[in-house]
């Protein structure tokens, strides 16, 4: 007999909104994570959907500092400040983990913090092993990020190819109000995302990019120097992100018989723009009402409907930001024109 209706392996964003939202539809529900909450190295960049999408998160508009402007320099140097859109809402990774972990035992959720070290399934479910004992439920989520346990034990890790990398730290008395990023050659990316108290600092690269350590540990240096000139350095962090380049990384079904996966554990960022926190609540938030409806497997269908196209960088309208060549043209030829700068802003953080 199942314990649990629903175990949710993982309490980032996805884990955390899935479970509040199981637990609210009457799902009796465990949520697993021995860090959660917690500050996970993350540039905290929201775009202003998110918050439509979830006004219930909207009170932590209240400590996120509101950035209107991005500074976008294209890998042959080309730099152009874009502005004139919704705001970009950059929040700490520990506050939002505190309201959606708030919310989720509000709701009714269990939060075991003890992390799982197996699972296996058994007629009625699933027997969920965890460091500090044993629990069984109906259905398994997977919401434990880019090398998610469920996601390589049921659907097979992600390949080299489809992964990123980012390293960098936090840092206190930046000066810049404004979010950076560069695209740097022959790949990859420096970013500075400002919070209210701190800045994210970082760069980010593809793990089978040519490049190496020494190359990286320069381009962070830049960034650094450049925008955070004798700032404070409180912290560093190295993490691996989903960054799905094939196509049949894109084509994977991400739910099966009694289990389902969201978040990064699913792969679902954004390859071109880096933005995986509007997914990881979005998918969860689909996933939730699926398994609620009775039909789990309608999940894979209303993930892809409702936000598929934005998680694959092909399509012609996205060549302005994937074409370094393009790119660099389109910011040389907005700079005199408010309206195309805003164009462009608007194509830094607007869903398809
Ligand atoms: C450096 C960096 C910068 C980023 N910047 C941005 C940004 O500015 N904007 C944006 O939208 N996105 C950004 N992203 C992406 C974003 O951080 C992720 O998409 C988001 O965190 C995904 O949420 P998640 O809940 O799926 O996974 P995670 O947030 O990774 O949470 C997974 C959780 O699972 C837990 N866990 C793992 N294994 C187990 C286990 N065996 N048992 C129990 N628990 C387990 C972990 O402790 C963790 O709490 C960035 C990513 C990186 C690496």
């Known amino acids: 007999m199942a314990e649990y209706d629903a175990i949710v392996v993982g309490g980032g964003p996805a884990g955390l909104m899935a479970a509040r939202r199981l637990a609210e539809g009457g799902a009796t529900t465990a949520l697993l994570d021995?860090?959660?909450?917690?500050?996970?190295?993350?540039?905290?960049?929201?775009?202003p959907i998110a918050l439509t999408l979830f006004p219930e998160i909207g009170q932590l508009r209240e400590t996120a500092r509101e950035v209107g402007r991005v500074l976008l320099t294209s890998a042959h140097g080309v730099e152009t400040l874009l502005s004139g859109g919704d705001p970009y809402y950059v929040l700490s990774r520990l506050e939002l983990a505190q309201a959606l972990l708030k919310s989720a035992l509000a709701a009714g959720a269990s939060h075991i913090t003890e992390r799982v070290v197996s699972f296996e399934r058994e007629d009625s479910g699933w027997v969920v092993?965890?460091?500090g004992g044993i629990i069984r439920g109906g259905f398994l989520i997977g919401a434990d990020g880019t090398s998610s346990l469920v996601r390589r034990r049921l659907l097979g890790p992600f390949e080299r190819n489809d992964l990123g990398v980012a390293m960098g730290h936090y840092v206190r008395g930046c000066s810049m109000t404004e979010?950076?990023?560069?695209?740097?050659?022959?790949?990859?990316?420096?970013?500075?995302?400002?919070r209210k108290d701190v800045a994210s600092l970082g760069i980010g690269w593809r793990a089978s990019a040519p490049g190496g350590r020494r190359r990286n540990a320069r381009l962070l240096a830049r960034a650094q120097a450049e925008w955070a000139a004798?700032?404070?350095?409180?912290?560093?962090?190295?993490?691996?992100?989903?960054?799905?380049?094939?196509?049949?990384?894109?084509?994977?079904?991400?739910?099966?018989?009694g289990w389902a996966l969201i978040g990064d554990a699913a792969g679902h960022v954004d390859p071109v723009?880096?933005?995986?926190?509007?997914?990881?609540?979005?998918?969860a938030s689909l996933l939730a009402e699926a398994v609620?409806?009775?039909?789990?497997?309608?999940?894979?269908?209303?993930?892809?409907?409702?936000?598929?196209?934005?998680?694959?960088?092909?399509?012609?309208?996205?060549?302005?930001?994937?074409?370094?060549?393009l790119m660099g043209t389109a910011l040389l030829l907005a700079r005199p024109f408010p309206k195309a700068r805003a164009a462009l802003y608007r194509r830094t953080q607007h869903h398809d």
């Open 179 to 194: 979010v950076r990023v560069r695209f740097e050659r022959p790949e990859g990316y420096s970013y500075l995302f400002p």
């Open 292 to 325: 609620l409806s009775g039909r789990p497997g309608a999940y894979e269908e209303a993930w892809r409907g409702a936000f598929g196209p934005n998680l694959w960088r092909k399509p012609p309208k996205r060549w302005v930001l994937t074409t370094p060549g």
């Open 273 to 283: 723009r880096g933005e995986g926190l509007v997914y990881a609540l979005w998918g």
């Open 230 to 257: 004798g700032a404070e350095v409180l912290g560093h962090y190295s993490h691996p992100f989903p960054t799905l380049v094939s196509r049949e990384a894109w084509a994977q079904t991400r739910t099966g018989e």
């Open 129 to 131: 092993r965890h460091t």
């Open 34 to 47: 021995p860090k959660a909450p917690w500050e996970k190295p993350c540039g905290g960049g929201f775009s």
